[in-house]
């Protein structure tokens, strides 16, 4: 339904007239565009659209009161923290109300219990810094620094530095999310009424999962307005800032925290490696470092990094092997001397040789640098993280560089690099994660079916694939998963937003771009009803 | 480099240019932005904390994505697509900006797209279209026209802000362009830089008959009338014979050396003449031991940067060449990231001074956040100008200085008025006003 102007007054009524605009010029900046993930895929094509309205509300109960306008008079609405995370975090059909909550930016640092309570536009950043300063840490999710940290929370929230904080649904602490409908759900400790967001379970069943399950729904189960976050201790030293942008850093306190580069005989040295430390229970990351992150990290601008890719070949890919180690002197420097002395032991044993590497954090610590990743082709996706076991883990990315040959081009020359994987929770868990990069400029349609075809990929070699629900097509993947994870997720999906006006039409927006991208459909050998394309646009 | 065969497929290149005549020059630029909004936040290496987050004024006041350059990105990229229509609101967002440069350094810290010359292109397109600039802008450009400055003052004037004592030289190798603000407004910049160069014993001379810079003009997208300014002052200055061209304004500093090879396709060292801040030149002198901070100023001072002697200044050389696949340029481009900023040498004078306490903002460098005043921006949107400085004001409130420093006439005045307007307990000084009186027995 159109916005009227008696709606309009209303919503306006509501925030106040600076903090709503439905003027085409306002809503145009709000378009999709190339935005973070799947830049000029298909996806972006077929399926976002330029909000209607846009609204900008300060508080939770703005946002229940905007809500329940939405839901009397069937408005479609799509909840944008920032807006980062691609088309699949922008509206998907016509005349839909943006609502942006970067308004939303409250702050305040527990020092006392070691958690942060932010707002959804509050970005990982300054929380790290604000906890820095306070002898605490988290973990600024592989997103990037620049992402809300709710949004990432509810989505992914994992980095290297994973390998100690563990995952992101083990520091979601008090939550407060406003329902599709517009009533209120409290989880943990706040459920109990008071305003203590200290604890993260619930009276009854855990709820967490349905915001996030393995990596989120884009929105589609309600909005979180307000959520304490987990922080862990961190070494007391400041981490001094230096350069001038675009070379920029963190120096390191050399004696309380440190990052060593160490080249391995092997893959299997690699892994082995990474379960070792992990056993020990030592570092504060552990990541296996790609030759392509290298050549970015080396390169000034994009055309030095396609002269250096440029040099490397299958050899040298498959040859290449460091395992980058981040030591952290917690409690001591006589406890980083000691996990130093660990490493050292571990590493001999594998045969790893460490090489000089630089007293200064460019990404991970502060500034999970995702962005930049887009340098030297405009255009990526991720089109899978994986969290298996460190022995199964591994052998995810060379399942996809297989299967990435067959879409080479339009899908950049990789010389069969098999992504990356890491560390997780002290070596329990392995993750892989593997990117894929394009010219957007290209015909791309060859992406938006490889994309596809990972979670055939997955399913064929029964890989725990993250990217489910909103992110893949739920009839083809949910009967595989579960089973018949699919009819549990839209039976959620229908009691708490049975007029589907919270982000429609996800979780099925893939189902519907699969129907309505032609060349998507000889992707399509698994059933689905046929009336998925109904869902309004 | 690698035969380029085997890593890069066939793709027909475009012809492009850093030319903002054009803006279907920058459509690869707009079409790029994937919100990460760097442009925005501080770099998230330096970033504070919890406050003062963010360096975009425009997107820190108005808030909607639109304000800030990714929205800007697409709404830009639109128009050049003719997939919109100009209206009021297009135009305030467009015109409500500082071009200070903050989201240009920010992109190429992630990306390398060229954002400030995407939103000056726009506002070229804005004037082509005869919907821009802002009435206030045509205001400024009719008193240009009639009076040479941008206040209409009396242009014979012009000099009357020199100094008893002090006459400039008939010829010399330093010709200082004073600028509109330093001849009518801020008299004393010009009168302490006459007397910073007297106690250096630097002969300087003064153009005959200097007249506006053309910031504004350029600014706004008023290219023709600016590069008109342009090559005249720089055709005096070339007659003069002088070796330096000294400017103790940030805005005017940015005009010579960048926007004027810009208008002219020059490159800044094709200028004939070298283009200086005060603040190098004084630091050089300082380190030669030409000049001597000897009095004390006891005072907790801290420093703005402004953004046309910052993140806007690196030089300018022309660019003409072809695009490829995955966006990669030949001949390969230098691109400017404003690394090349006057950021050492105004804190290396102000250090010297006896008695001075310098205090670094949370935002510094090329990250700090602009006052609000220039580029157009506060003749056209005093509101978006008085909400910048007050908003800076508080950072500088917050790191303790009880003296604001700046190094433009704009700044000083904005902040002048932004302290007056809320009782604030900071003073507000030139650099050249401080070094003036350090060196003054």
């Given at each position: 339904m159109e916005i009227s102007k008696e709606i309009y007054r209303v919503l306006a009524d509501i925030v106040?007239?600076?903090?709503?605009s439905d003027d085409p010029v306002v809503c145009e900046g709000?378009?999709?565009?190339?935005?973070?993930?799947?830049?000029?895929?298909g996806y972006e094509r077929v399926m976002t659209k330029v909000p209607g309205c846009v609204i900008m509300p300060k508080y939770t109960e703005e946002v229940q009161k905007i809500v329940k306008v939405c839901y009397r008079h069937e408005i479609p609405y799509v909840p944008y923290s920032?807006?980062?995370?691609?088309?699949?975090?922008?509206?998907?059909?016509?005349g839909a109300l943006l609502i942006d909550l970067?308004?939303?930016?409250d702050f305040v640092l527990d020092e006392k219990h070691f958690y942060v309570e932010v707002g959804p536009g509050m970005v990982y950043s300054p929380i790290q810094e604000e906890c820095m300063k306070h002898g605490a840490y988290v973990v600024i999710g592989?997103?990037?620094?620049?992402?809300s940290a709710i949004a990432n929370l509810i989505g992914d929230g994992w980095s290297?530095?994973?390998?100690?904080?563990?995952?992101?649904h083990r520091r979601i602490l008090g939550t407060e999310v406003v329902m599709p409908d517009g009533e209120i759900l409290r989880l943990g400790s706040l459920a109990q009424g008071?305003?203590?967001?200290?604890?993260?379970?619930?009276?009854?069943?855990?709820?967490?999962g349905l915001l996030r399950?393995?990596?989120?729904?884009?929105g589609c189960l309600g909005i979180v307005t307000r959520m304490a976050i987990k922080t862990l201790p961190f070494q007391p030293e400041r981490l001094v800032p230096t350069g001038i942008s675009p070379n920029t850093a963190l120096a390191l306190p050399e004696k309380r925290i440190k990052w060593i580069n160490f080249v391995v005989p092997s893959k299997d040295a690699q892994v082995k490696a990474m379960k070792e430390i992990g056993h020990a229970e030592i570092a504060g990351a552990v990541t296996k470092v790609p030759l392509f992150w290298r050549a970015i990290a080396k390169a000034e601008c994009k055309e030095e990094f396609w002269d250096l890719w440029g040099k490397e070949n299958e050899q040298t890919v498959a040859n290449f092997h460091i395992v980058r180690v981040l030591l952290i002197g917690y409690t001591s420097e006589e406890q980083m001397e000691y996990d130093e002395r660990v490493l050292m032991d571990i590493m001999t044993e594998v045969g790893g040789v460490a090489r000089r590497t630089?007293?200064?954090?460019?990404?991970?610590?502060?500034?999970?640098?995702?962005?930049?990743?887009?340098?030297?082709?405009g255009g990526y996706v991720s089109v899978d993280y994986v969290i298996e076991t460190m022995t199964q883990a591994p052998e995810h990315g060379p399942a996809y560089a297989e299967l990435k040959k067959k879409y080479t081009p339009p899908l950049?020359?990789?010389?069969?690099?098999p992504g990356w994987f890491q560390s997780f929770e002290m070596g329990h868990q392995g993750y892989s994660e593997f990117l894929v990069y394009w010219?957007?400029?290209?015909?791309?349609n060859p992406v938006d079916q490889f994309y596809v075809d990972t979670s055939k990929m997955n399913i064929k070699n029964r890989f725990y694939t993250s990217l489910l629900g909103p992110h893949q097509p739920l009839y083809l993947t949910g009967p595989k998963y579960g089973p018949n994870y699919h009819e549990f997720l839209l039976k959620v999906k229908n009691e708490f937003d049975p007029k589907w006006m919270?982000?429609?039409?996800?979780?099925l927006a893939h189902d519907v771009f699969v129907e309505r991208a032609p060349w998507m459909h000889n992707m399509k050998d698994w059933e689905s009803p046929k009336d998925l394309d109904k869902i309004k646009d | 480099m690698a035969n380029e065969s085997d890593v890069r497929y066939y793709k027909p290149r475009t012809e492009f240019a850093l030319?903002?005549?054009?803006i279907q020059n920058f459509v690869y630029d707009m079409s790029r932005?994937?919100?990460?909004?760097g442009c925005n936040w501080v770099d998230h290496t330096y970033?504070?904390?919890?406050?003062?987050?963010?360096?975009c004024p425009s997107a820190e006041k108005y808030?909607?994505?639109?304000?800030?350059a990714y929205g800007k990105m697409r709404i830009g990229h639109a128009f050049a697509e003719g997939r919109l229509e100009w209206n009021e609101k297009a135009l305030e967002i467009i015109y409500?900006?500082?071009?200070?440069g903050a989201c240009d350094v920010g992109c190429k810290r992630n990306l390398d797209l060229e954002i400030e010359l995407s939103l000056e292109s726009l506002r070229v397109k804005a004037v082509k279209d005869g919907v821009g600039p802002m009435p206030a802008h045509k205001k400024i450009a009719e008193n240009i026209a009639k009076?040479?400055?941008?206040?209409?003052?009396?242009?014979?004037?012009?000099?009357?802000w020199l100094p008893a004592g002090i006459t400039p030289a008939r010829k010399a190798d330093v010709l200082y362009f004073v600028g509109c603000a330093a001849s009518y407004t801020n008299k004393e910049i010009a009168q302490s830089v006459a007397k910073i160069l007297k106690a250096a014993k630097v002969d300087f001379m003064l153009m005959p008959d200097e007249q506006c810079c053309g910031n504004t003009l350029f600014s706004v997208g008023m290219l023709d009338e600016a590069k008109a300014l342009a090559q005249r002052n720089i055709d005096e200055v070339r007659k003069s014979g002088a070796k330096t061209l000294l400017t103790a304004c940030a805005e005017g500093y940015r005009m010579w050396k960048v926007d004027y090879p810009k208008l002219l396709n020059i490159s800044t060292a094709d200028l004939g003449f070298k283009v200086v801040h005060l603040v190098e030149y004084v630091d050089e002198l300082m380190k030669d031991g030409a000049l001597k901070m000897s009095k004390a100023f006891a005072t907790r001072m801290a420093y703005q940067d402004a953004c046309s002697m910052s993140r806007l200044s690196d030089p300018w050389t022309p660019y003409q060449g072809k695009r490829g696949w995955m966006g990669c340029v030949e001949p390969r481009l230098k691109r400017?990231?404003?690394?090349?900023?006057?950021?050492a040498q105004p804190r290396d004078i102000l250090k010297a001074i006896p008695g001075v306490n310098l205090l670094e903002m949370?935002?510094?460098?090329?990250?700090a956040f602009c006052c609000g005043a220039g580029r157009g921006t506060k003749e056209a949107f005093p509101d978006l100008a008085k909400f910048s400085a007050a908003h800076r004001l508080e950072e500088i409130k917050d790191s303790g200085a009880e003296t604001l420093v700046t190094a433009c006439p704009h700044c000083k005045n904005n902040f002048a008025q932004a302290i007056k307007a809320g009782n604030e307990h900071v003073q507000v000084m030139d650099i050249a006003e401080v070094i003036c009186a350090s060196i003054e027995s």
């Open positions: 106040g007239d600076g903090y709503i709000y378009r999709s565009g190339p935005g973070g993930y799947e830049s000029g895929l920032t807006g980062f995370y691609g088309p699949r975090s922008h509206p998907h059909v016509k970067k308004r939303m930016n592989g997103g990037g620094a620049q992402a290297p530095l994973s390998h100690r904080i563990g995952l992101p008071g305003d203590d967001p200290f604890w993260g379970e619930s009276p009854g069943p855990d709820l967490r399950g393995y990596t989120g729904l884009r630089k007293p200064s954090d460019e990404s991970w610590i502060k500034n999970a640098d995702s962005a930049g990743m887009w340098l030297m082709c950049m020359p990789d010389y069969g690099d010219d957007q400029d290209d015909d791309t919270s982000h429609p039409p996800v979780p | 030319d903002i005549k054009d932005c994937i919100k990460c909004k970033m504070p904390g919890a406050k003062f987050m963010t360096r808030q909607f994505d639109a304000y800030g409500a900006c500082t071009l200070c009076t040479h400055n941008m206040y209409a003052a009396p242009h014979d004037k012009r000099k009357d400017r990231r404003g690394t090349s900023g006057l950021y949370p935002r510094t460098r090329e990250n």
